[in-house]
């Protein structure tokens, strides 16, 4: 099933009994406005949904662009029935998706203020039923995934390294990342990480830690994790990838829907 039909399924699971009751009929038009500044995401998908259900997009902000109080940012036009059973969950998805993106921007360019090069990468702690669209949303804020899913990547976790001895005899075709338990197996595991995300260190213990780890693996890339958004400009100078969550959990933005005859 299509997330979207999901998402109607669940608010309007058999008909619409308001429209119903006021026997409203013919053709119409919704504008969905935003009150507040964002970045747009996901319209396209959206999109593609009211075309399966016979309406027409007249117009809608291009994912990855921004956009201002009272701009019109998604508009469609047809059946009055099918526009009234989704503009409300057209609204609200619209509201998370943009915001998640407007505040992944933010963030990018905070960081870049700082280290042009510094990637800012979100956890997969997206909400259930949400993460195609959780991560395509970052991408349209300028940031990139850490993680997508379990069968992506190669992460060994301080819960992994509480059960397993020893990595040390370890070979994969794809990148291996650890996350050590502390700094005698970020040292000891050094050289056979590709990627080691070092959580909840301090910007002083990364500046004192991080050389000593590039001197026995020079390739290796460095990532941080487990930091308040305020202190991203203090880690930006110092790593390659900073992997964050809060972009997921950012106030919905504040937008509103119109609908009129035609």
Not at 51 to 64: M, Q
């Amino acid at each position: 099933m299509d997330l979207f039909d999901l998402y109607l399924e669940e608010d309007c699971p058999y008909e619409d009994e308001t429209t119903e009751l006021l026997g409203i009929k013919g053709n119409g038009r919704l504008r969905i406005m935003s009150r507040e500044h964002g970045v747009a995401a996901c319209m396209e998908e959206l999109a593609v949904f009211y075309r399966k259900k016979g309406l027409e997009i007249t117009s809608h902000v291009r994912d990855g662009n921004e956009f201002n109080p009272h701009d019109v940012i998604f508009e469609a036009r047809g059946d009055l029935r099918q526009l009234f059973k989704l503009w409300r969950i057209s609204q609200t998805f619209l509201s998370i998706v943009c915001s998640i993106a407007a505040t992944t921007r933010l963030y990018v360019e905070t960081a870049r203020k700082v280290n042009k090069d510094v990637i800012i990468a979100t956890s997969r702690k997206t909400h259930p039923g949400m993460r195609k669209f959780e991560l395509k949303a970052v991408r349209a804020g300028g940031g990139d995934h850490h993680r997508n899913s379990l069968s992506d990547s190669i992460l060994i976790t301080q819960n992994h390294l509480g059960i397993v001895e020893d990595l040390n005899s370890i070979k994969a075709v794809r990148r291996i990342e650890i996350e050590p338990r502390n700094e005698e197996e970020a040292l000891k595991y050094a050289k056979i990480a590709d990627l080691m995300l070092l959580d909840h260190l301090s910007a002083e213990n990364l500046q004192r830690i991080i050389p000593v780890l590039r001197e026995k693996n020079p390739s290796i890339r460095i990532a941080v994790g487990g930091i308040s958004v305020q202190d991203i400009p203090s880690y930006a100078a110092l790593v390659d990838i900073i992997v964050i969550s809060a972009p997921y959990y950012a106030p919905p933005l504040d937008l509103t829907a119109r609908i009129s005859r035609t």
